[in-house]
């Protein structure tokens, strides 16, 4: 009953043994779950094969079983020694070739236990014990395998005292887990002890396989509550040597004592030949640190360092390193790059300047308001222009009391909370000396970073000189229209009067060659009469600033009597002289004439591509011959003045619009209007 416990005991500790190394390699991710998961697959090994050893009285099976579990042990205490080292994150202690020295006595304990059949090395004078409740393998320790424990217990022992007095100054998580780990270590050591001593409740009998099924539930335990795998003491020193920040400690002696990776490559050095190395000499080729760390303690400074042509920003600083008890140590180097940081601030500096530049010598006005129409940032050209000695004078000042007419600042307003923004936006602003300035505004309501609008800037242009020069030119042109009206007048009065003569001259005159001279005299007083007629629309041309029109409001205004028409344009208005309702009047006067066979017309519009918009006039006559098309916009082609087409294209060329008949001859005239985007909209409102 109780051997068939014992084996059973053993067999579970192999299970046990086997599940910790497949939640190893479930986390074999983790640094340290590597080694440890080797450790503890060769552990398995010894409860399984002395569970199958207890199983069997045949001696040369139990003497295999033993060969087979000696293909593991002799790794054990260095399997060990590399998993504390890696805990510690000392891994680099025995990395590449420094491990082979480690391995040689375990490989030549494996040779000899697997050849013990011809040597007594190993063991020898095998027998089994029947006499008590468990058949047990009775042996002679040879030299190799007691060289083989008094290595595995030296391995052991110097894994503990890594242990122990690696890194002592440590967080009381991190001590408790150090704690448990020790424990979990001690344990089968004292075991194999009291087992080599011969203190075990049976001949023959180790208690080693149960005290590493204990380790092993410890290992679970830690893994599952103190996070031994995920968490170990020396996360702190991985962040250290990982982090981007150099680092470098100096002991009290004035020695390089330790430096991480990013302190390697900013000094340019080998780590191996710097730590030990005295400070100064490190730091030769840095005089920045080396002032550095030759201040007082607690100083904090920006240094810069210099390789070559590059220049490193570093905020720096130098604190003391004590112990728990206080007594100082050394000296902790930590540089912060803010290289990104100068740059960046020296970026927004230069923009500044430049952005204060473009400011302080714009030409136009710079101006910046709060939502309630309070100044806060005017351009000194804008205090020169209001009439103010500076531009700090006008900080504060109300902006409506600066518009000759304040209800235009409510308008402006309105139009900037319905567009967001406006360009050209005209005003007449109030000086501080009371004269006026005609000017334009391009402005927009500018945000906080949350996206909350705090007010209103822009940019406003004089053009007080322009508005007087078009107003002089306006002056102008209205004498020079009654000028032209009283001439058109007189003229036509007497063609009037010249007319009549000829009617009179021909009815009275016989036949003959004077007959056909008067018919021809009365043909060119008829052209000169239609010509005359021409300039009264023609003066009008231009003289009137464009403005925004609804193209079905032109069309019911010009095309009245006319033929039906179909209007598709609905609220679209677009940007042109005032005279466009004339441009719909010739189109329908010319649609009557020359189309004789026309029933309708039709109105509608097409946008493209590019944001442009075609408006189309098209009828059902005749059309218009293919090598007439072009022909029919000059000036004195057509059936009744000859100008009707040449001023719709001149009316339209105002505002760059232009005109071309594109309709298949034979089905219809078809004239396309390309209006550009910034000349049409769709707006009930529009005049």
Not at 269 to 281: K, L
Request: glycine residues 8%; charged residues 20%; proline residues 5%.
């Amino acid at each position: 009953m109780i051997s068939t416990l014992l084996i059973g005991l053993l067999f579970l500790a192999g299970g046990v043994l086997i599940a910790l190394v497949l939640y190893c390699h479930k986390h074999r991710d983790i640094a340290v779950a590597r080694p440890l998961g080797l450790l503890l697959l060769c552990t398995a090994f010894l409860p399984i094969t002395h569970a199958l050893n207890l199983m069997t009285e045949t001696l040369w099976l139990k003497i295999l079983l033993l060969q087979i579990r000696f293909l593991a042990v002799p790794f054990l205490a260095v399997l060990q020694l590399t998993f504390i080292l890696t805990y510690l994150r000392r891994e680099e202690w025995i990395q590449g070739w420094k491990k082979v020295p480690l391995f040689i006595i375990p490989v030549i304990t494996v040779i000899l236990a697997q050849t013990t059949w011809f040597h007594p090395f190993f063991r020898y004078d095998y027998w089994v014990d029947l006499s008590g409740p468990l058949p047990i393998l009775n042996f002679t320790n040879g030299i190799g395998f007691q060289v083989h424990v008094a290595y595995s217990h030296l391995l052991l022992v110097a894994s503990l005292l890594l242990l122990i007095f690696v890194q002592p100054e440590i967080h009381a998580f991190y001590r408790r887990q150090r704690l448990l780990l020790l424990a979990a270590l001690l344990l089968p050591l004292l075991c194999d002890l009291q087992y080599q001593l011969g203190l075990t409740p049976y001949p023959g009998l180790t208690l080693t396989s149960f005290a590493l099924m204990f380790t092993g539930l410890v290992f679970v335990g830690a893994t599952l509550r103190q996070g031994l795998l995920e968490v170990t003491p020396v996360a702190r020193g991985k962040v250290i040597e990982e982090m981007s920040s150099p680092m470098m400690v100096i002991d009290t002696r004035g020695r390089m004592t330790d430096m991480n990776a990013a302190a390697v490559r900013l000094l340019g050095t080998v780590r191996d030949d710097a730590i030990g190395s005295p400070a100064d000499r490190v730091l030769a080729g840095h005089p920045s640190l080396l002032a550095l760390i030759q201040a007082a303690p607690g100083n904090h400074r920006e240094i810069v360092i210099e390789e070559g042509v590059e220049r490193q920003f570093f905020d720096a600083a130098v604190d003391d390193l004590r112990t728990g008890s206080g007594a100082v140590i050394g000296r902790l180097v930590l540089l912060q790059n803010i290289t990104e940081r100068k740059q960046a601030e020296e970026a927004l500096r230069e923009s500044e300047e430049k952005y204060r530049t473009i400011i302080e010598n714009m030409q136009d006005l710079f101006y910046r308001t709060d939502l309630d129409g309070t100044i806060l940032m005017i351009s000194p050209s804008g205090a020169a222009l209001a009439g103010y000695g500076s531009p700090e004078e006008m900080i504060g000042v109300a902006i409506q009391d600066i518009y000759a007419d304040p209800s235009e600042r409510e308008k402006f307003l309105g139009s900037l909370r319905v567009n967001g923004a406006v360009r050209g936006y005209p005003q007449v602003l109030k000086m501080r000396d009371g004269t006026l300035k005609h000017v334009t505004v391009s402005g927009h309501l500018f945000t906080d970073t949350e996206g909350s609008v705090r007010g209103v800037e822009g940019i406003i242009h004089d053009i007080t000189d322009l508005h007087q020069a078009e107003q002089a030119l306006l002056q102008a042109n209205r004498q020079l229209n009654l000028m032209s009206s009283i001439t058109r007048h007189d003229i036509l009065n007497q063609l009037t009067v010249l007319l009549g003569n000829l009617s009179f001259a021909q009815e009275e005159a016989p036949e003959g060659p004077l007959s056909g001279y008067l018919e021809k005299m009365n043909i060119a007083a008829e052209t000169i009469h239609r010509q005359i007629e021409f300039t009264r629309d023609y003066q009008d041309l231009g003289v009137r600033a464009p403005e925004w029109q609804r193209i079905s409001d032109a069309i019911r205004a010009a095309a009245a009597g006319g033929l039906p028409i179909t209007d598709e344009t609905g609220d679209l208005a677009i940007y042109a002289d005032p005279m466009l309702v004339k441009v719909f009047a010739n189109l329908m006067d010319n649609t009557v004439r020359h189309a004789e066979s026309a029933t309708r017309v039709h109105v509608l519009y097409r946008p493209e591509e590019n944001g442009d918009l075609t408006l189309i006039w098209e009828d059902d006559g005749v059309g218009v011959p293919a090598g007439e098309k072009e022909r029919i916009f000059n000036r004195g082609v057509g059936k009744n003045t000859g100008f009707g087409l040449f001023l719709i294209r001149e009316i339209l060329a105002i505002t760059g619009i232009p005109i071309a008949e594109r309709g298949e001859p034979g089905k219809g005239a078809r004239f396309e209007m390309r209006v550009p985007s910034r000349a049409f909209r769709f707006d009930s409102e529009a005049a």
